[in-house]
């Protein structure tokens, strides 16, 4: 079955202690990205992830790393995280750019204390 | 980034009745696509519609595309409660790498 995993579902953690969320997809998809979604703030863009070994920022991406080691995977790292990055993560996957459709994984609920 | 905003940003509506969601973006585009977010869950792809079409059906669904007024609307057709989610556009800018969405149409379907 096609589809994107995220691990884990959700997640506390305390402030400054550093977790990495993964996402995997198994459509062999070039285009990969991470969102989160915060309450009257809508979808906003972390970084995406073109093919291997290429990753831009998107619109939010402070605080937080990725790395495109292989097609199928792509972690979320934060590396401190902070109150302000309690959130609803999603990862997502495309065979290309913007041009077709994108797989959303589950989510990953996450709260920093 | 080239994000689409959708509007109402709440609908509410009796099962049976028709929903209209709209959505404007600013530059020029590929194409533009329409999700559906069931409460708390990964976005779905409802529909893709190119820069060259006006039109597309899929079910119960219809888009329309004006890219002289730069807007889409999504409607659905004899709504069920089931469709009670929120709707999200995604406008594809020609050799943009980004899929941004904007804050969403929630509907609300009545049974």
């Known amino acids: 079955e096609a589809q994107v995993t995220q691990n884990p579902r959700y997640l506390i953690t305390v402030t400054g202690k550093k977790l990495t969320v993964t996402c995997s997809q198994n459509?062999?998809?070039?285009?990969m990205s991470w969102y989160r979604q915060d309450p009257g703030l809508g979808l906003r863009q972390i970084y995406y992830?073109?093919?291997?070994?290429?990753?831009d920022k998107g619109d939010v991406p402070e605080g937080y790393k990725v790395s495109r080691k292989e097609k199928r995977n792509f972690p979320l790292i934060l590396e401190s995280p902070s109150p302000n990055q309690t959130s609803l993560y999603f990862c997502?996957?495309?065979?290309?750019?913007?041009?077709?459709?994108?797989?959303f994984g589950q989510g990953t609920r996450l709260t920093v204390v | 980034s080239q994000q689409g905003e959708e509007d109402p940003q709440a609908l509410s509506i009796q099962e049976g009745e028709n929903a209209t969601m709209n959505c404007s973006y600013k530059?020029?585009?590929?194409?533009l696509q329409w999700y559906r977010q069931n409460s708390g869950r990964g976005l779905v792809h409802l529909i893709l519609?190119?820069?060259?079409?006006r039109e597309k059906h899929s079910g119960r669904l219809r888009v329309t595309l004006d890219t002289s007024k730069k807007s889409s609307s999504l409607l659905i057709t004899a709504s069920r409660a089931a469709d009670t989610a929120s709707y999200f556009c995604?406008?594809?800018?020609?050799?943009?790498?980004?899929?941004?969405f904007g804050k969403g149409t929630k509907l609300s379907v009545i049974p």
């Open positions: 997502a996957s495309s065979l290309s750019t913007v041009n077709t459709e994108a797989f």
């Open positions: 995604a406008p594809g800018r020609a050799g943009s790498y980004q899929l941004t």
């Open positions: 992830s073109m093919n291997v070994e290429v990753t």
């Open positions: 459509m062999n998809h070039e285009y």
């Open positions: 519609i190119r820069s060259n079409e």
């Open positions: 530059t020029s585009i590929n194409n």
